[in-house]
C-alpha cells in the first residue's frame, strides 16, 4: 500500500510537500520476506517447523511487489519442514479486495480451483503473506472441513515446535 499507493494519494490531493515525504518514504518500505531475503540476506532463521506445507504466492507478491522467491528461499531453509509445490500456484484465489464481494459467483470458483489444489499436494498447511488470502483460502478449507490449516508465513517462520 505504501510503496504502491501512497504517491496516488499525495497527488489526488494535490498536496507537493506529502508527495515529497512519500518519495522519501517508499524505498524505505519493504514486504517481510523481502526484506529477509534481499536485504538482511537471511534466509536461515532458526525456525522449526515439522510439517508438510504447500505455499500460496499472493497477487500482490506476485504482479506488484514482485517479491520472487523469497517466501520459498525462506520456507525451505526451516527445519524439519517438508515443502510441496503447490500446483498453478500463481492462480489468484479470488478474493482480490471487493472482487470476492462483486463478483461472489467468480471468486468462489477461483477458490474452488485453489483449494483443490491445496488439497492435492496433501499438505498439513497451506502458508501465504497475505491475510486476506488466508482469511479466504483458511476459511473453505475449514467449511470442507479439509484437515488443512492455513498459516501466515511469518508464524512459520517465528515457529520453534
Do not use: W
Not at 4 to 10: E, H, I, R, S, T
Not at 14 to 36: G, S
Amino acid at each position: 500500500m505504501v510503496r504502491d499507493l501512497y504517491g496516488m494519494a499525495a497527488e489526488l490531493a494535490d498536496d507537493p510537500a506529502l508527495a515529497r515525504e512519500i518519495r522519501i518514504l517508499q524505498p524505505r518500505v519493504f514486504e517481510l520476506t523481502e526484506f529477509l531475503v534481499h536485504k538482511l540476506h537471511a534466509e536461515g532463521v532458526g525456525a522449526y517447523f515439522p510439517h508438510r506445507v504447500t505455499y500460496h504466492p499472493t497477487c500482490h507478491s506476485l504482479r506488484v511487489l514482485r517479491i520472487g522467491d523469497a517466501p520459498l528461499r525462506l520456507l525451505r531453509a526451516v527445519r524439519g519442514i517438508d515443502v510441496v509445490d503447490l500446483p498453478d500456484a500463481e492462480q489468484c484465489c479470488g478474493f482480490g479486495g471487493t472482487f470476492a464481494v462483486k463478483n461472489a459467483d467468480t471468486s468462489m470458483a477461483m477458490l474452488g480451483d485453489k483449494l483443490r489444489a491445496v488439497r492435492e499436494t496433501k499438505s498439513e498447511v497451506c502458508v501465504a503473506a497475505d491475510t486476506s488470502c488466508l482469511m479466504h483460502i483458511g476459511g473453505a478449507l475449514h467449511r470442507q472441513r479439509a484437515g488443512v490449516r492455513t498459516m501466515h508465513i511469518a508464524e512459520v517462520l517465528a515457529s520453534t515446535e
